[in-house]
């Protein structure tokens, strides 16, 4: 109940600055959840890639692909908002 000395709008200011973006949750619990993943997954596993043969930790498969489909995804979206960008400023300059 308001009082009148400003202290319910101060406590609900506090509350929204300390408030943690959902981003960086949602980015925590993935990261944890990767973690756990990785740490239940060392067997050793055979690879074989472009010529290449070896046993290698099943994580190391895990991660290294991970970090490719991240590249990769990263790498469409580059390519995409580029296209994007030329196509609008084709459009600007013909209209």
Do not use: C
């Not at 109940?1 to 981003?23: I, W, Y």
């Not at 472009?50 to 895990?62: C, E, H, S, W």
């Not at 970090?67 to 209209?95: H, K, N, Y």
């Amino acid at each position: 109940m308001a009082d009148g000395t400003g202290r319910d709008e101060d406590l609900a200011t506090d509350r929204k600055s300390r408030r943690v973006p959902v981003r960086a949750t949602l980015a925590g619990v993935v990261t944890l959840a990767a973690g756990i993943f990785l740490l239940q997954n060392q067997d050793e596993t055979h690879m074989e890639f472009l010529g290449f043969t070896g046993t290698v930790p099943l994580y190391a498969v895990i991660v290294i692909s991970m970090v490719l489909g991240a590249v990769m995804g990263w790498l469409a979206g580059f390519i995409r908002r580029r296209r994007r960008r030329r196509s609008d400023r084709i459009l600007s300059e013909s209209g």
